[in-house]
């Protein structure tokens, strides 16, 4: 089954510090990958997304992701956060044949301020 | 507005009894979908829905129970024979349309069994 796998569950940073997620997926073929964001209270929300063109691709609120095919990998990355970034990152791949989602785990983000 | 609805926000139930929670778009979209939340697990789908009057079993399905009478409605009933009921329940919609198709979430019901 498809499978998408994101590294250190839980990121503690300062705020003006780089952030960047790693998230590996498993399907070779045809890709259809997200980035989602949880802040807290509110609902799951779309960063980004990639299915074709420019492997690097710029989402809302200033964050970015490239997609390397060689590497299985859609990492998220910003350069400078701010405490308003603090929330649930997750990263996801559509199925191949329909339209359903696995997703990763997701990344706990706290910034302090 | 255009968007996903869910009720309750909280609702609380004593074991032994199916609940069913509400899921209702306005999008226009022919797809949905039912997820649970648990802490450290991300998200895991437990149906999907096509189009009315079909949907699909997720991964993890067992316990629950969906249908799928109109487009713009999907609710999901947690049923006894769910062993771990407490949990936060997403729904989500989308179109149909492939590649690039994101998906649409609703604020949530968090699920309380005692």
């Known amino acids: 089954a498809q499978s998408v796998s994101q590294h250190n569950h839980h990121v503690i940073l300062s705020e003006a510090a780089s952030l960047e997620l790693g998230c590996n997926y498993s399907?070779?073929?045809?890709?259809?990958l997200f980035w989602y964001v949880q802040y807290p209270g509110q609902h799951l929300q779309l960063l980004l997304k990639?299915?074709?063109?420019?492997?690097l691709v710029k989402g809302i609120k200033g964050f970015e992701a490239e997609f390397i095919k060689s590497k299985f990998s859609f990492n998220l990355r910003k350069p400078s956060v701010q405490w308003s970034d603090t929330a649930e990152y997750f990263c996801a791949d559509m199925v191949y044949g329909n339209n359903r989602l696995a997703f990763g785990k997701g990344n706990q983000v706290v910034v302090i301020p | 507005d255009g968007g996903i609805t869910q009720s309750p926000k909280y609702l609380f139930r004593k074991e032994g009894q199916n609940v069913t929670l509400s899921c209702e778009q306005n999008?226009?979209?022919?797809?949905m979908y039912w997820y649970r939340q648990d802490p450290g697990q991300g998200l895991r789908l437990i149906y999907y829905?096509?189009?009315?009057?079909?949907?699909q079993k997720g991964d993890i399905a067992e316990g629950y129970s969906v249908s799928r009478e109109k487009k713009e409605s999907f609710p999901l009933t947690v049923t006894s024979a769910q062993k771990n009921p407490t949990a936060f329940y997403l729904c989500?919609?989308?179109?149909?349309?492939?590649?690039?198709?994101?998906?649409?979430f609703g604020p949530g019901t968090r699920l309380t069994v005692t």
């Open positions: 829905s096509q189009i009315v009057n079909d949907f």
């Open positions: 399907y070779g073929g045809t890709v259809n």
């Open positions: 990639y299915f074709s063109g420019d492997p």
């Open positions: 999008l226009n979209h022919d797809a």
């Open positions: 989500a919609s989308s179109t149909t349309g492939g590649s690039g198709s994101e998906q649409y």
